[in-house]
């Protein structure tokens, strides 16, 4: 039986975020493989950003109906692989460069490509550096605000 998810936890910038899981109880893959499979994929394509904390073993296991050896070993898994590390108490968190992710240096390029799209919109319309730098950070406000009045899925 294919079993759905929607995990509820708080991002590395406080925003409330989720995970969409599917287990298969009937295939032939451990759940434990089928979670951590997920799982990279998720931190591979940005969707668990560098710095992410993921879920605590206890609440996933909870929340998925399994056991907590079962994601931790996933947790394991992720670790050994390079995607994640464990930091105690503190919990489990993506590196800032995962393995087959979209490279720190990729990321940094785009972050430059679109501040210098930016400033070159601000300068057409006359706008000097001071007011653009106050309009990047209300939009910036403004967006947090909105993805954390967005309703979380139980």
């Not at 931190?43 to 994601?71: D, F, H, K, M, W």
């Not at 979209?102 to 785009?110: K, T």
């Not at 209300?138 to 139980?154: K, T």
């Amino acid at each position: 039986m294919l079993q759905s998810a929607r995990i509820g936890f708080t991002d590395q910038h406080g925003f409330p975020r989720r995970l969409i899981l599917r287990l298969d109880d009937a295939g032939s893959v451990p759940r434990f493989e089928q979670l951590r499979a997920q799982l990279a994929v998720m931190i591979a394509v940005g969707r668990l950003e560098p710095g992410c904390r993921l879920p605590t073993v206890r609440n996933l296991a909870t929340q998925l109906g399994l056991a907590p050896g079962t994601v931790a070993s996933a947790y394991r898994q992720l670790e050994q692989d390079g995607s994640v590390r464990g930091r105690g108490r503190l919990g489990t968190f993506v590196v800032d460069e995962p393995p087959h992710s979209e490279p720190l240096l990729e990321r940094q390029r785009r972050l430059a490509d679109a501040a210098r799209r930016y400033a070159a919109e601000t300068r057409q319309l006359g706008i000097d550096i001071n007011d653009a730098i106050a309009a990047y950070g209300e939009a910036a406000v403004q967006l947090a605000d909105e993805e954390s009045a967005r309703p979380q899925a139980p």
